[in-house]
């Protein structure tokens, strides 16, 4: 049984590869392969209008038939003219993500690990109490105390202004208040400290562990302290408590920062993200490639989102759109 047809037998649903040893596409949901055919229990072909059948996870419908989604072309960003562009978004399957113009799997999409692990590579790796050289070994939500990864209690709050964050909940700060009150309306203090009675006080120093920094600080090992990361860095860098580090391949917990991506538990640069190609392109590992024209014989593999294959050659749907509008 192929790794696909095992996530469907979780969702208690049968898929079936036609034909059954080398076929390149799977049955819609309630149809087996007979005869290399998609055939219902009553004998009748699968409809080819892809809203009247259900295809298994991780496979997208073209022609009613349900083809893997792994490898296949996903998403375009295309320049129209001067003044418009069209974006066309692609389904990659419950458990898959669009890398770089194409599908590929995401093996921790949907894992649910213990509050002392992290998912890598769809397995749950324990990060508390292993060895580190620096925070961004241990991950998201876990600091580098003494090369030993420890997780970090620190609560966020979506307080009201005069409140802060305590323990994870918003209580009434006389301290924040005070921010809004008119002794503090016109005070303007430095990076560090924060207006109180009409007085700049220093934060730095401040307990942090269930509560919020103020004064542009923020909380390192319990206390407040300034940002060592304002403006350090550079692009495609990410800081923590000083220190720059490439964003691709650092550990994390489902976001990235864009154009990176959360993959298998680590974040992966999308060299496609926002690029804008003309008709007739592509997207391919960030560069822009002609396919049409190309020689085909199953458009959504051999061609892209938005193309048929027509007389065994590529055509895009979004030019031939534009000359039928001429």
Known sequence: ?????????????????????????????????????????????????????????????????????????????????KTTAKSVLSNCGQFGKCINGHCILDRCANISCETTEQC?????????????????????????IRNTCIKNHRVSCNCDPGESCQQGHCFADPTVFNLFLSECAHVTCTNGSFCFDGSCV??????????????????????????PCISRCPVDHDCREGHCRHLQGLPCVNECPYPYECVDGRCTRNECFQKLCLPGEICDYGFCVNVEGRLCSLAIRDCGQDFECESSFCKDKILLQGQNEK
């Not at 730095?204 to 300034?226: A, K, W």
């Open 202 to 227: 220093s934060a730095i120093g401040r307990d942090c562990l269930q509560e919020t920094c103020l004064g542009g600080t923020v909380c390192i090992n319990g206390r407040c302290s300034l940002d």
């Open 1 to 81: 049984m192929n790794w696909y047809c095992f996530i469907f037998f979780i969702y208690a649903t049968i898929c079936q590869r036609c034909p059954k040893l080398f076929g390149e596409f799977e049955c819609p949901i309630g149809h087996n392969c007979i005869d290399n055919q998609c055939l219902s229990p009553d004998g009748r072909s699968a409809p080819i209008e892809c809203d009247k059948i259900q295809c298994p996870t991780m496979t997208r419908c073209y022609k009613g038939r349900c083809y893997s989604t792994i490898g296949l072309f996903c998403n375009r960003n295309v320049q129209i003219n």
């Open 120 to 144: 890598r590579d769809g397995i749950c790796v324990k990060i508390a109490g292993t060895f580190c050289l620096s925070s961004f070994d241990c991950g998201p939500n876990y600091d580098c």
